[in-house]
């Protein structure tokens, strides 16, 4: 499977609307649709205060987005806690329905303290997590209400969506247990911007390890990583951008202490110091030369799908159109 590239947008935005991000945005998409860019996704987030990064509400954006582009478009990831399974179902399938079938899914679980606020405590375990994607299926498949362990639904959604068994799954995660999920639940795995290269490695191994376990064919197998992106002409200008824009990304998650090294979470680091600790490992920076050459070792590892977020933390959009160009022009060809 040869490697393709989507775009992942952040929408929220201190004393920015949403309808402002739109036409923000608006020319980004229509590069990105130029140039035969594989999907557009967006995160989903719970802030308690106004801050870039994930909108609460990705569906709705993403309805009002769909007839802006060709492109597929999914969530990155939905945050299973916050929602009930019934009406994530019905949710999904209208904009299934209102996509003419270009819906992906994706879903993880998020901080801890997310299920407690919505009234959720056991959504955090894994059995509950599963349920959720079962009765998706379910629900998806036409069936008339799901029966578990932990969740009970009476009756159907009463319509289908596009896609024949629903939308696909793409399952996101740290540990084997995520793994697993994915080859029992979804039909693709998903790694987080938090996540090293090294660790996306590791889960795409364990994914497809687990499909094989369960009879799957791992060779048609989906692994995804979201990956801050930032293409320009000169590499100077690229890590001078960067250090600013996806260091801020960095530092939220560092100040959360999600997937970073002791040294660096809660440390107070700067965002250019995080920039250049984590370049490498979790960053598509620079020409695109440089690029090719960081996404080849992606492919080389297994990695089928980058989703480039080329907007982090309010970097003006014209910058992000500049990396879809370069990326449409000369990084995506070389993986067709």
Same mark, same amino acid.
């Given at each position: 499977?040869? $490697?393709?590239?989507? $775009? ?8 920015? #609307? ?41 569906? $709705? ?7 802006? #582009? ?13 929602? !009930? ?7 999904? #399938? ?34 509950? #997590?599963? =349920? ?16 578990? %362990? ?59 390890? *687990? ?20 293409? *320009? =002409? +000169?590499?100077?200008?690229? %890590? ?14 560092? !100040? ?19 920039? !250049? ?12 030369? !440089? ?5 080849? %070792? ?12 080329? +907007? ?7 910058? *992000?159109?500049?990396?879809? =160009? ?7 060809? =070389?993986? %067709?």
């Amino acid at each position: 499977m040869s $490697l393709t590239f989507g $775009l992942v947008l952040d929408f929220a935005a201190p004393n920015v #609307t949403l309808e402002e991000q739109l036409k923000r945005y608006r020319p980004i998409i229509e590069a990105a649709d130029r140039h035969g860019f594989h999907s557009v996704t967006m995160g989903e987030g719970y802030s308690t205060a106004p801050q870039w990064g994930h909108t609460p509400a990705p569906f $709705l954006v993403l309805a009002a987005l769909a007839p802006m #582009t060709r492109m597929k478009i999914g969530s990155g990831v939905t945050l299973l806690p916050a929602w !009930n399974p019934l009406k994530l179902a019905y949710d999904t #399938t209208v904009l299934d329905q209102l996509s003419g079938g270009r819906l992906i899914v994706g879903v993880g679980l998020g901080a801890p303290d997310l299920g407690p606020r919505y009234g959720h405590p056991q959504a955090r375990k894994s059995g509950y #997590t599963d =349920e959720m994607l079962a009765a998706l299926k379910a629900l998806w498949s036409g069936a008339d209400g799901y029966e578990g %362990r932990y969740i009970t639904i009476d009756g159907g959604i009463g319509l289908p969506p596009i896609q024949p068994g629903g939308p696909p799954i793409w399952v996101g995660g740290s540990v084997q247990r995520s793994a697993d999920r994915a080859a029992e639940y979804g039909d693709g795995y998903i790694g987080s911007t938090s996540q090293s290269f090294d660790a996306v490695v590791q889960q795409g191994e364990r994914y497809r390890a *687990a499909l094989q376990a369960r009879g799957k064919d791992s060779r048609t197998a989906i692994v995804a990583s979201n990956r801050l992106t930032l293409v *320009a =002409e +000169t590499e100077a200008e690229a %890590r001078a951008l960067a250090e600013p824009y996806c260091g801020e990304v960095l530092s939220f998650y560092a !100040n959360r202490g999600a997937q970073m090294p002791e040294e660096y979470v809660r440390k107070g680091k700067s965002p250019a110091e995080l920039f !250049n600790a984590f370049d490498e490992t979790r960053c598509l920076v620079g020409t695109p030369d !440089n690029v090719i050459e960081r996404a080849r %070792r992606y492919e080389q590892a297994g990695v089928t799908h980058i989703m480039a977020r080329i +907007t982090p933390h309010g970097i003006p959009p014209e910058h *992000a159109v500049r990396t879809v =160009e370069l990326l449409g022009k000369h990084v995506l060809p =070389e993986f %067709r």
